[in-house]
């Protein structure tokens, strides 16, 4: 009988740190292809991500990613065949957009903070809930911590297993 373990919060969110580059170029393909594909023009972006290999998509199948992420549940998401890994990948990524994106910004906010002798504090909550086993469902950070994390991520390697267990 194998036991699932449980991540720690403060490794989850150094992983979500170290994978910024990869995950932010996804968002902004997104961006992109909203609106390149409404004034009707073509788009095409690669996703690259180790261990689930490379993939060519145009703009409205990047749309069609995001839209599904919207409406259909990580569980859902998981047992599609019709989908493969990294189409998977990319549409549980932009699923918790919203959450990712407020942890990268919160690093010019910590950084604004300090530089004004503000006191910063910001909670981090499991943006996936049951389908993501972390040891807590949130932390609260203060903006050194925030800085120290963002600092620390530079030492570690992305892990996109670790996204969702």
Same mark, same amino acid.
């Given at each position: %009988?194998?036991?699932? %373990?449980?991540?720690?919060?403060?490794?989850?969110?150094?992983?979500?740190?170290?994978?910024?580059?990869?995950?932010?170029?996804?968002?902004?393909?997104?961006?992109?292809?909203?609106?390149?594909?409404?004034?009707?023009?073509?788009?095409?972006?690669?996703?690259?991500?180790? @261990?689930?290999?490379?993939?060519?998509?145009?703009?409205?199948?990047?749309?069609?990613? &995001?839209?599904?992420?919207?409406?259909?549940?990580?569980?859902?998401? *998981?047992?599609?065949?019709? *989908?493969? @890994?990294? #189409?998977?990948?990319?549409?549980?990524?932009?699923?918790?957009? &919203?959450?990712?994106?407020?942890?990268? %910004?919160?690093?010019?906010?910590?950084?604004?903070?300090?530089?004004? @002798?503000?006191?910063?504090?910001?909670?981090?909550?499991?943006?996936? @809930?049951?389908?993501?086993?972390? #040891?807590? #469902?949130?932390?609260?950070?203060?903006?050194?911590?925030?800085?120290?994390?963002?600092?620390?991520?530079?030492?570690?390697?992305?892990?996109?297993?670790?996204?969702?267990?």
């Amino acid at each position: %009988m194998s036991t699932i %373990m449980s991540i720690k919060i403060e490794e989850y969110i150094l992983n979500l740190i170290a994978g910024r580059p990869i995950i932010c170029n996804l968002y902004n393909a997104i961006a992109n292809a909203y609106k390149i594909c409404d004034k009707g023009g073509n788009f095409v972006y690669t996703f690259i991500l180790d @261990g689930y290999g490379k993939k060519r998509y145009n703009g409205s199948e990047l749309i069609k990613f &995001d839209k599904l992420s919207q409406c259909k549940s990580i569980y859902n998401i *998981l047992i599609n065949e019709n *989908l493969s @890994g990294i #189409d998977k990948m990319i549409i549980i990524l932009l699923k918790a957009k &919203d959450e990712i994106w407020n942890l990268y %910004m919160t690093y010019y906010r910590a950084e604004n903070a300090i530089s004004n @002798g503000k006191i910063l504090y910001y909670t981090f909550i499991n943006p996936y @809930g049951d389908f993501l086993l972390l #040891d807590k #469902d949130k932390i609260r950070l203060n903006e050194e911590q925030i800085i120290n994390l963002f600092n620390e991520s530079k030492n570690i390697l992305f892990n996109p297993n670790l996204i969702i267990n």
